[in-house]
């Protein structure tokens, strides 16, 4: 299986200028970590007791330090070791990409390349088998050049910011969005499936799904 990729050339001027332009525009959602300082302590000697107290409080940080960590190693190992073929190989409890599906951003110079995750044999109604009905299917144009980037954008964010996407991640996915986007002001056809007040958008082209929101409740593509 070949992941879909986006390559923006500079013989598609308007497209990459457009994509740069939005990109630059997630800066403002991005709040930097606040980072906080801590006062240095008055000079003074401190008792047996207190010294005794400080060592034993680190060795009990140390410990929870370690169990912490061992148990993200845990978390992190549960991670399944190849994805499903297709659709009818995945489990059912939510979206599953399929393949040798990658994700990744990368821009040198004039060129840009992104890929977000393939998701073969998911037709519309495979989709509503594990999702349920949608609470809207749109296929006019205008919701897709309009309004549908930008409430992706939202919803990346929001998932950016809640710990679910990478930096890169984010802006790969950003980017499938775009061009779906540009692709729909050049005349191809979509349908978009619309789940959890609009927290979740499904791209399909024809009976095809080609994109997912990657929120972790519905899509599993790590």
Sequence with gaps: MISK????????FLSLFFLTACMSDFQ????????????SSKKQEKSEKEASSSKKSSKTSSSKKEKKESQTETSSSKKMEDLPANASEA?????????????????????????????EGYTKNFVKKILGEPENVLSDPKYLVETFSEKERENLVKLYQEGHLTDEQLRAFWAGAIDIAQATSFGQTYTVYIYKQGQVQLVFKEDNLIYITPNPEVLYFN
């Design 5 to 12: 990729k986006i390559i923006l050339l500079a013989t598609l």
């Design 91 to 119: 489990p059912t409890d939510k979206i599953y990409a399929t393949g040798d599906s990658v994700v990744y951003y990368r821009k040198d110079g004039d060129t840009l390349e992104a890929a977000t995750p393939d998701y």
């Design 28 to 39: 403002s959602y991005f709040k930097p970590e606040e980072t906080s300082t801590r006062p």
